[in-house]
């Protein structure tokens, strides 16, 4: 089961920091792929949905700024941002 807050966090957050222009987007905002299918996201599952638990985008062409919704990505653990351009 997709979990709609978490999907939109991750859509906002691929927006600011200019996604089209990433390294690696593969899968990202793909309409019928979930949200833990999409490069760099490891989820784990809790009940019948699916949770990110750690996005690791190091190295990877982010630029922009980094989306204040990554806050509602409740159970994110690890964030890997290194070696990128994003404000």
């Known amino acids: 089961k997709k979990c709609p807050q978490e999907?939109?966090?991750?859509?906002?957050?691929?927006?600011?920091a200019k996604g089209q222009e990433w390294t690696n987007d593969t899968l990202w905002l793909h309409p019928?792929?979930?949200?833990?299918?999409?490069?760099?996201?490891?989820?784990?599952?809790?009940?019948?949905?699916?949770h990110a638990r750690k996005l690791d985008?190091?190295?990877n062409g982010l630029s922009g700024t980094l989306s204040k919704s990554?806050?509602?990505?409740?159970m994110l653990e690890?964030?890997?941002?290194?070696?990128?351009?994003?404000?």
């Open 7 to 16: 999907r939109n966090a991750l859509k906002h957050f691929y927006e600011s």
């Open 32 to 50: 019928y792929k979930s949200h833990c299918d999409w490069h760099g996201v490891t989820c784990t599952f809790l009940g019948d949905s699916e």
């Open 57 to 59: 985008l190091r190295n």
């Open 70 to 74: 990554i806050g509602n990505l409740s």
């Open 78 to 87: 690890e964030l890997d941002l290194s070696d990128n351009d994003i404000k």
